[in-house]
């Protein structure tokens, strides 16, 4: 059980480029999240989603797509890379409606220059 | 819109003291909260959730207490230890999940 997973570790993109990350996880939870956490701040939620076929925006969507064809698979897209989405990454899944734990995956470092 | 807030941003006590971190929200009307501990470089690791319909959950040499009434709660360690050293945060939970900043604890040996 390797819980949530996320790839790259880190990855540094030039301004304009595009790159998919990473996240699996196989607790079979149904509701899944992105976010993304800059210096000194908390995290920002960027999509989540809550079950295979249906994602919906979070805090800060913009210049971010999702996906979510399968229960354990749910990548984030960035299509033009721009120095604003300089942050770290974090996958997150939860079981149920409100109520379930959050568990974490390691995190995407990713620099935009 | 609800606002969660840890106060303080960094706090440094010596080895074996108990200490209280806060966290506070605008918002009653929360599913949960749940505290998160957060290493150098690394991703959120589960401490404690607490549903809204409970008072406290402990683990160990942690326990997390709620009051919605006054929109908040605490994370008491007892018996700090160097270990402990990391960023602790707190998110509440409703429709949305909205994080603080984080308490960064030092302890000092």
């Known amino acids: 059980n390797a819980g949530v997973t996320q790839t790259p570790k880190f990855r540094i993109l030039k301004i304009g480029q595009s790159m998919t990350l990473q996240c699996t996880q196989d607790?079979?939870?149904?509701?899944m999240y992105w976010y993304r956490q800059d210096p000194g701040m908390g995290l920002k939620l960027i999509y989540y989603?809550?079950?295979?076929?249906?994602?919906d925006k979070g805090e800060v969507p913009n210049g971010y797509n999702v996906s979510r064809s399968t229960t354990e698979d749910f990548p984030l897209r960035l299509e033009l890379a721009a120095p604003s989405q300089t942050s770290v990454y974090f996958c997150?899944?939860?079981?149920?409606?409100?109520?379930?734990?959050?568990?974490f995956g390691p995190g995407t470092r990713l620099t935009v220059t | 819109k609800q606002e969660v807030t840890q106060i303080p941003a960094a706090l440094s006590v010596p080895e074996g003291e108990n200490l209280v971190l806060n966290c506070s929200f605008t918002?009653?009307?929360?599913?949960?909260l749940q505290w998160f501990r957060q290493d150098p470089g690394k991703g959120l690791t589960s401490l404690l959730l607490?549903?809204?319909?409970?008072r406290e959950q402990t683990s160990g040499r942690l326990n997390a207490s709620l009051d919605k009434s006054s929109g908040r709660s605490t994370l008491y360690i007892a018996a700090s230890q160097p270990g402990d050293s990391a960023t602790y945060l707190c998110?509440?939970?409703?429709?949305?999940?909205?994080f603080g900043k984080g308490t960064r604890l030092h302890i000092l040996p």
């Open positions: 997150a899944s939860s079981y149920g409606q409100g109520s379930g734990e959050q568990y």
């Open positions: 607790m079979n939870h149904n509701y």
């Open positions: 989603s809550v079950g295979a076929g249906i994602t």
């Open positions: 918002d009653s009307a929360i599913y949960n």
């Open positions: 607490i549903q809204s319909s409970q």
């Open positions: 998110a509440t939970r409703d429709d949305k999940i909205i």
